[in-house]
């Protein structure tokens, strides 16, 4: 039974990958079948692994049968058990959203086989336990993500996506550079050995700061920190919107995930230069994403500017790496999943009905539509954290850390940011929806109940996740206890040495 | 030179200039390096090689008939599909895992036995080989498809630069 299930997640949907490229490309109807099939078997499979992990607590499995540090682990503890299923929920919903907005042409260049091979990846590297076999996992959604952001192969997207190609290509290079450092330091890939190790040893562990700052460099490449996040707004608007959600709503926060996984099980030799980067590059993140999100009147870059807000805010939660603020960072993590994927649908769902993506060009869209409408407010509302809706809780726990180690600045910076937020897509909403009525006569009449399905889903979840977060909230304490307490992570290693 | 062939007033011209020496050991040579490639294939357990550098190996070979003839003789002569070659070695890399899994063990835990033979004496059986069937596919293929569609892009832009003249 752990032997299975650990590695389900990434199981499933390459086989489906495979019998999708072995369909041909002829059957779309089949794609979508066996795709959203496969959307449905991975949640599936992820609730029962989080009901495992709640109960048992971590499930680990060495592949090929190598003992724990040798070979690989596959190891699922809460954090990484609850973000494969926010990512099998999110694929669902968005290659159901596919069906009425890709277009055939680019269902039928393997848009689904590339999605199931992403996806694999993400959880892959959601559950492995190894660093260098991590490395590989974002190799293989990285390339399935090359894919996608050109597929369709229009100008935009082969200029943004050579851009992307190249920024990651790079920051690959250093993971590797990085690998290579932190295993010629400690001589281990094996994560949890490499902390037993660091904690056992009682050196000079200044070398740790070095690979900190590489480590650092290569995921805030990857999740759009301050510095490095100057590809994202452009490669995000290229591609339709159902990748844009995927790479939104996902990619940046396996990122997220790797630098909070590695800073709490490597760097806690000197946290007072790596943690202090970490929360630096999230300030400034934070006021970047701000400036960002107010300035353009286009939505899909408001959306994209949000995210990095949001990638800021988390990792000032993890940057603190106490309990508050990585209970805050985990829960705020998983909400944001949501909370982007549902905004980028509906969204979506306005440009597809009214080929028009200029908030100033757009009003009145109520009259029409009523309920995606308000539905948009409601989802505004969570972004933003108006409480009971998730946001709210996410950003209480940060905060509370914040303003509890002392972070002054940094508190108020992350509360001033909500009301940026707030701003930024209540625009969106008042000029969209309320406002002076635009020519109806020139919407589209497509088909929209599989986007609006799709959109609603994601809101009712998103709700549904706040008025839940009581009773969310030992699962969410148990995820961040492997953050704040990593000698948690690394027991299944006890008695192995 | 193609354009300047067509300027001389001949209508069809060639892609590839014929060449007998080259056709000729391009052939023999090809026969040489598939066997190279599959020692090289069978020797990945304990010594150099395995199934990607001999599936590299496989894609050279068939590239250099490529080299000597063109896309539409190569294409006559082995008439596969790479992407369903590329979806067959997958399915095999994934299958014999998922088949492993029936031992009882976690994933990818290879079985193995030894056999006596009459004439060879001991020979070692390897789940592992199997797997590499797979990847020795995935690489030959995906080898071959990303040269032959430059080609045939190389191809596809040379006769646009040639009617533009």
Same mark, same amino acid.
């Given at each position: 039974? *752990?032997?299975?299930?650990?590695?389900?997640?990434?199981? +499933?949907?390459?086989?489906?990958?495979?019998?999708?490229?072995?369909?041909?490309?002829?059957?779309?109807?089949?794609?979508?079948?066996?795709?959203?099939? *496969?959307?449905?078997?991975?949640?599936?499979?992820?609730?029962?692994?989080?009901?495992?992990?709640?109960?048992?607590?971590?499930?680990?499995?060495?592949?090929?049968?190598?003992?724990?540090?040798?070979?690989?682990?596959?190891?699922?503890?809460?954090?990484?058990?609850?973000?494969?299923?926010?990512?099998?929920?999110?694929?669902?919903? @968005?290659? @159901?959203?596919?069906?009425?907005?890709?277009?055939?042409?680019?269902?039928?260049?393997?848009?689904?086989?590339?999605?199931?091979?992403?996806?694999?990846?993400?959880?892959?590297?959601? *559950?492995?336990?190894?660093?260098?076999?991590?490395?590989?996992?974002?190799?293989?959604?990285?390339?399935?993500?090359?894919?996608?952001?050109?597929?369709?192969?229009?100008?935009?997207?082969?200029?943004?996506?050579?851009? /992307? =190609?190249?920024?990651?290509?790079?920051?690959?290079?250093?993971?590797?550079?990085?690998?290579?450092?932190?295993?010629?330091?400690?001589?281990?890939?094996?994560?949890?050995?490499?902390?037993?190790?660091?904690?056992?040893?009682?050196?000079?562990?200044?070398?740790?700061?070095?690979?900190? &700052?590489?480590?650092?460099? &290569?995921?805030?490449?990857?999740?759009?920190?301050?510095?490095?996040?100057?590809?994202?707004?452009?490669?995000?608007?290229?591609?339709?919107?159902?990748?844009?959600?995927? =790479?939104?709503?996902?990619?940046?926060?396996?990122?997220? /995930?790797?630098?909070?996984?590695?800073?709490?099980?490597?760097?806690?030799?000197?946290?007072?230069?790596?943690?202090?980067?970490?929360?630096?590059?999230? +300030?400034?993140?934070?006021?970047?994403?701000?400036?960002?999100? $107010?300035? /353009?009147?286009?939505?899909?870059?408001?959306?994209?500017?949000?995210?990095?807000?949001?990638?800021?805010?988390?990792?000032?939660?993890?940057?603190?790496?106490?309990?508050?603020?990585?209970?805050?960072?985990?829960?705020?993590? $998983?909400?944001?999943?949501?909370?982007?994927?549902?905004?980028?649908?509906?969204?979506?769902?306005?440009?597809?009905?009214?080929?028009?993506?200029?908030?100033?060009?757009?009003?009145?869209?109520?009259?029409?539509?009523?309920?995606?409408?308000?539905?948009?407010?409601?989802?505004?509302?969570?972004?933003?954290?108006?409480?009971?809706?998730?946001? =709210?809780?996410?950003?209480? =726990?940060? +905060?509370?850390?914040?303003?509890?180690?002392?972070?002054?600045?940094?508190?108020?910076?992350?509360?001033?940011?909500?009301?940026?937020?707030? /701003?930024?897509?209540?625009?969106?909403?008042?000029?969209?929806?309320?406002?002076?009525?635009?020519?109806?006569?020139?919407?589209?009449?497509?088909?929209?109940?599989?986007?609006?399905?799709?959109?609603?889903?994601? &809101? $009712?979840?998103?709700?549904?996740?706040?008025?839940?977060?009581?009773?969310?909230?030992?699962?969410?304490?148990?995820?961040?206890?492997?953050?704040?307490?990593?000698?948690?992570?690394?027991?299944?290693?006890?008695? @192995?040495? | 030179?193609?354009?300047?062939?067509?300027?001389?007033?001949?209508?069809?011209?060639?892609?590839?200039?014929?060449?007998?020496?080259?056709?000729?050991?391009?052939?023999?040579?090809?026969?040489?390096? #598939?066997?190279?490639? %599959?020692?090289?294939?069978?020797? !990945?357990?304990?010594?150099?090689? !395995?199934?990607?550098?001999?599936?590299?190996?496989?894609?050279?070979?068939?590239?250099?008939?490529?080299?000597?003839?063109?896309?539409?003789?190569?294409?006559?002569? #082995?008439? %596969?599909?790479?992407?369903?070659? #590329?979806?067959?070695?997958?399915?095999?890399?994934?299958?014999?895992?998922?088949?492993?899994?029936?031992?009882?063990?976690?994933?990818?835990?290879?079985?193995?036995?030894?056999?006596?033979?009459?004439?060879?004496?001991?020979?070692?059986?390897?789940?592992?080989?199997?797997?590499?069937?797979?990847?020795? %596919?995935?690489?030959?293929?995906?080898?071959?498809? %990303?040269?032959?569609?430059?080609?045939?892009?190389?191809?596809?832009?040379?006769?646009? !630069?040639?009617?533009?003249?």
């Amino acid at each position: 039974m *752990t032997d299975i299930l650990p590695i389900l997640p990434m199981l +499933v949907p390459f086989i489906a990958g495979i019998i999708l490229l072995a369909i041909g490309r002829t059957n779309v109807f089949l794609h979508r079948v066996v795709a959203s099939l *496969t959307g449905l078997l991975l949640i599936i499979i992820s609730f029962f692994i989080v009901a495992y992990v709640a109960r048992y607590g971590m499930v680990v499995t060495h592949v090929g049968n190598w003992e724990a540090p040798f070979g690989i682990s596959v190891v699922i503890d809460m954090l990484a058990a609850l973000l494969v299923l926010a990512t099998a929920i999110v694929t669902l919903a @968005v290659v @159901v959203y596919s069906f009425q907005s890709i277009g055939a042409a680019r269902e039928k260049f393997f848009y689904y086989p590339m999605i199931m091979f992403m996806i694999s990846g993400i959880n892959g590297a959601f *559950t492995t336990g190894d660093i260098f076999n991590m490395f590989v996992f974002f190799e293989v959604f990285l390339l399935s993500s090359y894919v996608l952001i050109t597929l369709g192969g229009t100008k935009i997207q082969l200029q943004e996506g050579f851009k /992307y =190609f190249l920024v990651n290509i790079i920051a690959s290079n250093f993971f590797v550079l990085a690998v290579a450092y932190l295993y010629s330091a400690v001589g281990s890939l094996n994560m949890a050995d490499i902390h037993n190790k660091l904690a056992a040893f009682d050196g000079d562990a200044s070398i740790m700061s070095l690979i900190a &700052v590489v480590m650092l460099f &290569v995921f805030a490449t990857k999740a759009g920190l301050f510095p490095f996040y100057f590809w994202l707004p452009g490669s995000y608007f290229a591609p339709p919107m159902p990748i844009m959600t995927i =790479f939104g709503a996902l990619l940046t926060k396996v990122g997220v /995930y790797a630098i909070a996984r590695v800073y709490s099980l490597f760097f806690m030799d000197n946290t007072g230069l790596t943690h202090q980067m970490l929360m630096l590059l999230a +300030v400034l993140t934070i006021i970047m994403g701000s400036i960002g999100a $107010i300035a /353009y009147s286009d939505m899909k870059k408001i959306i994209i500017y949000n995210i990095l807000i949001a990638i800021g805010i988390i990792i000032a939660g993890i940057a603190m790496m106490d309990e508050m603020g990585t209970i805050g960072a985990t829960y705020y993590l $998983i909400h944001d999943i949501f909370i982007k994927a549902g905004l980028f649908f509906l969204i979506g769902f306005i440009i597809y009905r009214t080929g028009e993506s200029d908030i100033t060009k757009l009003g009145g869209l109520i009259k029409i539509h009523p309920v995606t409408g308000w539905m948009f407010l409601i989802a505004a509302f969570g972004l933003a954290g108006v409480p009971p809706l998730p946001g =709210f809780y996410g950003k209480l =726990f940060i +905060v509370t850390s914040l303003f509890e180690n002392g972070h002054m600045i940094s508190g108020i910076i992350v509360l001033l940011s909500s009301l940026v937020v707030l /701003y930024s897509v209540i625009r969106i909403f008042i000029s969209v929806f309320w406002g002076e009525s635009m020519d109806f006569t020139k919407l589209k009449p497509i088909s929209y109940d599989k986007l609006l399905f799709s959109s609603f889903l994601m &809101v $009712i979840i998103m709700v549904a996740f706040g008025f839940g977060a009581d009773f969310l909230y030992p699962l969410f304490d148990s995820a961040a206890q492997s953050l704040y307490d990593p000698a948690s992570y690394s027991v299944y290693l006890l008695g @192995v040495e | 030179m193609k354009s300047t062939l067509k300027k001389l007033g001949y209508n069809r011209v060639h892609k590839q200039m014929n060449d007998v020496f080259l056709k000729y050991t391009a052939k023999v040579v090809f026969l040489v390096i #598939i066997t190279f490639s %599959i020692n090289l294939f069978f020797s !990945g357990h304990y010594t150099p090689g !395995g199934g990607f550098v001999g599936g590299l190996l496989a894609a050279g070979a068939i590239i250099l008939l490529l080299l000597a003839y063109d896309l539409k003789t190569l294409n006559r002569m #082995i008439r %596969i599909d790479n992407k369903r070659m #590329i979806t067959a070695g997958l399915a095999a890399c994934l299958i014999v895992p998922i088949l492993l899994m029936f031992f009882g063990n976690p994933f990818f835990t290879h079985q193995h036995m030894y056999l006596q033979l009459p004439v060879f004496g001991e020979v070692p059986l390897h789940t592992a080989v199997l797997f590499d069937v797979g990847v020795y %596919i995935i690489v030959a293929a995906t080898t071959l498809l %990303i040269i032959t569609l430059l080609a045939s892009e190389q191809f596809m832009s040379d006769s646009e !630069g040639a009617d533009r003249e």
